[in-house]
């Protein structure tokens, strides 16, 4: 399931690209049909609204940017942990 996910979008994004859209992956407030895999049509769950998606587009983006910052912080403070401080934090956290 963890490369399916991705490996779907890219496969949408691309053929998005081939037909010419010019913003492939638009979210479902612009008016878009969503389509689950290119199978199987998802019902419209919020109205086609030009400020609405706006706003979902910059709540998007900023969630991204968090969650990234989130996955780079902690990243760091583990190796942080290893390096520096030679402790056993980051061993702790591998599969026996």
């Not at 081939?18 to 019902?43: C, D, E, I, M, N």
């Not at 769950?45 to 780079?72: G, Q, Y």
């Amino acid at each position: 399931m963890t490369l399916v996910v991705p490996t779907s979008a890219m496969v949408q994004l691309k053929s998005s690209c081939a037909v010419g859209a010019r913003f492939p992956l638009k979210p479902p407030s612009t008016g878009v049909q969503v389509v689950y895999l290119g199978l199987v049509p998802l019902p419209d769950l919020v109205p086609k609204d030009r400020e609405l998606a706006r706003a979902l587009l910059i709540l998007h983006l900023t969630l991204n940017f968090a969650l990234f910052s989130l996955v780079c912080v902690h990243t760091a403070a583990a190796l942080k942990h290893h390096f520096i401080d030679r402790d056993t934090v980051l061993t702790r956290m591998l599969p026996p």
